[in-house]
């Protein structure tokens, strides 16, 4: 006779299985959650990059300040190191007429500032010329020998000697001045140098460092 099965029989096992079904949910749950531990890794790595990406942006910020900086001071030792006397740009107004008022020029010889349309003839002269020509040669890339006017056999000696210096250049103008308070003095625009004597190699280097530069407004 067979027996009768008890109805408590089959419950431990209906249970385990209860069981593992609700820690299975509870570890599919903690994948999934937010503030589970993918999330948190999935944070932390975020997080790295963004501290990565903020120490390149510094290095790049300082190396980018460290080359401004330094060109900077590369300009200052070079502005320090060109030759002549160094002043204030008065501006390159055009004159109606030699007779037109204008601000007076800030050196002697003049420098910049106010001049005719047009430029004096390059070369060499024997016969002041009026500093508004002049200033014009000097607006185009030009350098001025000027020397101290004396008697005709005087100033032709200073011009030849003058014309020995500059040869090879192209935009040079060589003008008598009187009262000029120096033997010779070499100006371009914004720059001034005097000279005593003919010295060949510092007024080359003038020259050099002026002669072919344009000087109208951009």
């Known amino acids: 006779m067979a027996k009768k099965k008890s109805k408590s029989a089959g419950k431990p096992a209906k249970q385990g299985a209860a069981a593992n079904q609700q820690a299975d949910r509870g570890a599919s749950s903690e994948k999934s959650a937010p503030g589970g531990k993918s999330g948190s890794v999935a944070a932390r790595v975020r997080g790295d990059r963004k501290r990565k990406q903020q120490r390149v942006n510094v290095a790049v910020g300082a190396g980018l300040a460290t080359v401004v900086v330094a060109a900077i001071a590369m300009q200052l030792v070079l502005e320090a190191n060109r030759p002549g006397e160094k002043f204030r740009s ?9 007779n037109s008022p204008h601000v007076p020029y800030n050196s002697d010889p003049p420098t910049s500032g106010p ?3 047009s430029v004096a003839p390059w070369g ?3 016969e002041p010329l009026p500093d508004e020509y002049v200033v ?3 607006e185009d890339a030009g350098v001025v ?3 101290d006017m004396g008697t005709p056999e ?3 000696e200073r011009v030849a000697a003058l014309e020995q210096v500059s040869q090879g250049y192209r935009r040079i103008i060589i003008v008598p001045r009187e009262n000029l308070g120096s033997q010779y003095v070499l100006t371009a625009w914004q720059r001034l140098q005097r000279f005593d004597d003919i010295d060949e190699e510092g007024m080359r280097r003038f020259i050099d ?3 072919g ?3 109208h407004p951009r």
């Open 209 to 211: 460092a002026y002669e």
């Open 115 to 117: 001049h005719m349309p």
């Open 124 to 126: 060499s002269h024997f």
């Open 90 to 98: 008065l501006g390159n107004v055009h004159l109606l007429s030699l």
């Open 154 to 156: 005087e100033n032709a």
């Open 213 to 215: 530069i344009d000087h």
């Open 145 to 147: 020998l000027w020397y």
């Open 136 to 138: 014009h040669n000097m």
